[in-house]
Every structure is written in structure tokens, then in C-alpha cells.
């Protein structure tokens, strides 16, 4: 988790403009006054292209938090290096 941190903080900071340093594994959608169901879709695209992988539909709707974030990103980037 801590080395997916930094690029998570990072994507956030790309799709709402906030302080990298204010998003942690506690954040929720009521932490973040952009993160509505457009800048969910913001986000999972920053995600994508910062993380180098593709998120389908389901993962994307899973994403409801930075915890579940971190889960699913880390999920992806382990099978991207099977």
C-alpha cells in the first residue's frame, strides 16, 4: 500500500486539484467537495493513466473510497505483473 500511496495522492491531485497530502487511506467522497459521480470518472481516468492499467465497470463502482481504491489499484498492478 505505501508505494501505491504517493500515486493514488497523486491522481487526486490531478482530478480535483487538492493538496496530494490531504488524501489518505481514511478519505471518503464527503472528504473531497468534487468527488461526485463526475469526478468519479475524473478520477478512475487519472487513476488509469497514472497506474498504467484499465479499470472495468464493476471495479470502477467499487471504487467508494480511498481503502477500496487502494485494494482494487493494488489487485490490477499485481495481475499486470503475473
Do not use: C, N, Y
Amino acid at each position: 500500500m505505501d508505494d501505491l500511496m504517493p500515486k493514488i495522492q497523486e491522481a487526486f491531485a490531478a482530478a480535483f486539484s487538492v493538496a496530494p497530502e490531504s488524501i489518505t487511506i481514511e478519505t471518503t467522497p464527503k472528504d473531497v467537495a468534487a468527488w461526485d459521480s463526475m469526478g468519479h470518472v475524473v478520477l478512475a481516468s487519472s487513476l488509469e493513466s497514472l497506474l498504467g492499467v484499465s479499470f472495468d465497470i464493476d471495479e470502477v463502482m467499487e471504487m467508494e473510497d480511498v481503502r477500496q481504491i487502494v485494494r482494487i489499484a493494488g489487485v490490477k498492478l499485481a495481475a499486470k505483473t503475473a
